[in-house]
């Protein structure tokens, strides 16, 4: 179907910007930190609380209610690897603690290209064990960079525990192969090259494009991961790798019409994506 009549709005209001991928790290993180605006102004929840685990990750949790029984949602923001923290996706992460009344452990993961391939997925892994020695219900979310932190520590023995996965446009192919990468090159928001520049900046040379770890499109053995919600935006470069990994799973992917890159965190923005918001907190609240 055409673009999303906001999204198109959107797209024009964002042509006088540099391309990202001739951004230094310094400005893509800062083009981030501006984009925060899009989520609308904070929620109010009963706690938010800065942790520390293990003595170097930095993470935030949020609390919709005082209830310690709450089961606990572990989430990756977004970045390609090379931007984003908890301040970027603070109001994604209050909207999904209300929505479906759980806590949100936000994660700080280290960034590339200080810190390459694969400190992010450890520190996931990291964070989701943490989370289960704190909950018996336990899932974790993310999107782009993020949902693919998500899904490695779903595969991980510890990780297979966790109640389910929501997958938001999982960046999750570090070979850019797909149909969609040249469908969609540019002209949609973040394009092909800002997602290779992010795999550039994020493996080390050498590194096998296909390790499951760092592209979990290639995982095998996916028997017993935990169930899946997968959804993915129309006019996207990663649409097709992140619908491929939910066939894998066994799970049909949720594709938004007219949507794309990206559109999950416009939450003050785009009607679709509240839509999208309660389409997650149903499937998470379902298993919890």
Known sequence: MPLDPEIAAYLESQKHLPPRASLDIAATRERLRQAASLGGPPLALARVENLVLAGYLRARQYWPT????????????????????????????????LAAQCRVLAVDYRLAPE??????????????????????????????????????????????????????????????????????????????????????????????????????LFATGLDGAPPAMVITAEYDTLRDEGEAYARKLGVSPRRYPGTIHAFFTMLGTLEVTRDAVRDAAEFLKRHW
């Open 66 to 97: 005082a209830d310690a029984a709450l089961p606990l949602l572990v989430y990756f923001h977004g970045g390609r690897f090379i931007s984003g923290d908890l301040d970027t996706h603070d109001y994604v992460c209050r909207t999904l603690a």
């Open 115 to 216: 810190h390459r391939f694969p400190a992010a997925a450890e520190d996931a892994a990291l964070a989701v064990d943490w989370a289960l020695g704190k909950s018996k219900s336990v899932a974790a979310a993310g999107d782009s960079a993020g949902a693919n932190l998500a899904a490695g520590a779903a595969l991980t023995p510890r990780g297979r525990a966790m109640r389910c996965q929501l997958l938001i446009y999982p960046m999750i192919d570090a070979t850019c192969s797909m149909p969609s990468y040249t469908e969609f090159a540019e002209g949609y928001g973040p394009g092909a090259a800002d997602m290779q520049r992010g795999w550039c900046e994020y493996l080390p040379e050498g590194t096998d494009l296909r390790d499951p770890l760092a592209s979990p």
